[in-house]
């Protein structure tokens, strides 16, 4: 069983560390900013790879620092995602990190990991994350894949119905529970 529990993070609310600028910080990176355009990344790196530094050119909510990493690097942040070739650096900034409560992410090391990233399937205002439990992320890609092509495009109208209707009903919460399952199941039952 999988024992992790998804939550959806406003990342325009906390601040985000990646250490590493090589490839793997820049996967860690587009993940984050396909997701979220709006988060506040940093992101300290001896050297900055070409992907890296063309991708966060078009984001001022990312700010790069061509430096070797310090522990006061974490000062600011309340995830860091750490992504350059040193195990053994690794090891050390978790370590400070979790003393600090803060959560971390250890490219290639799940053993280390506070959190995983997922595969994430979005049409319009829903989102939906894949978690293999770190078991394949190639099949958390594949599910994607698969639900990416099952959902149907009109996905963000029924959404956007669906709220006009919430917020037009009145009554108790009781009735308007019942309301917007009612009115759900019939969408559904018409699918099948
Ligand atoms: C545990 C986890 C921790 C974390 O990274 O957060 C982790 C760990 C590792 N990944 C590895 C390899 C690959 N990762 C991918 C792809 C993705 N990996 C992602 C997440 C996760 N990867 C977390 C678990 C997620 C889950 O529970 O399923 C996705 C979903 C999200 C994202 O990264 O954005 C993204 C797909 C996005 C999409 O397309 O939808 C591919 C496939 C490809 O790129 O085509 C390969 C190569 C093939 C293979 O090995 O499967 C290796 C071995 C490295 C080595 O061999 O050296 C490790 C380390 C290990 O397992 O020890
Ligand atoms: N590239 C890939 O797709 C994969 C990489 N890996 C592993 O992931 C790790 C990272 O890989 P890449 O991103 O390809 O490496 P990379 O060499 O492209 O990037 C590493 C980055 O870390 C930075 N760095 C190193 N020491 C630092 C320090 N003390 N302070 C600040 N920055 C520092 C470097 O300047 C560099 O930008 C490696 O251990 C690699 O074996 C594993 C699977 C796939």
Do not use: W
């Amino acid at each position: 069983m999988n024992h992790m529990f998804p939550i959806f993070i406003k990342m325009s609310e906390i601040s985000t560390l990646i250490v590493g600028g090589g490839n793997v910080g820049h996967e860690k990176l587009e993940a984050i900013l396909k997701n979220s355009p709006n988060a506040v990344v940093s992101v300290v790196s001896i050297d900055f790879g070409e992907a890296l530094l063309d991708l966060a050119k078009d984001f001022p909510n990312v700010t790069l620092h061509k430096k070797a990493f310090e522990f006061s690097d974490l000062d600011p942040h309340h995830i860091a995602l750490l992504a350059t070739d040193d195990y053994g650096l690794h090891v050390e900034i978790q370590k400070e990190a979790n003393k600090r409560k803060m959560l971390v992410n250890v490219a290639d090391t799940p053993d280390l990991c506070d959190f995983y990233l997922g595969s994430v399937v979005t049409r319009g205002d829903l989102k939906i994350g894949i978690s293999t439990n770190g078991k394949s992320p190639t099949l958390a890609k594949r599910m994607r894949e698969f639900l990416e092509d099952a959902l149907p495009n009109e996905t963000q109208q029924l959404l956007d119905n669906l709220r006009t209707i919430r917020d037009k009903l009145k009554g108790d919460f009781a009735f308007k529970v019942k309301k917007l399952n009612d009115i759900t199941q019939q969408v559904f039952d018409k699918k099948e």
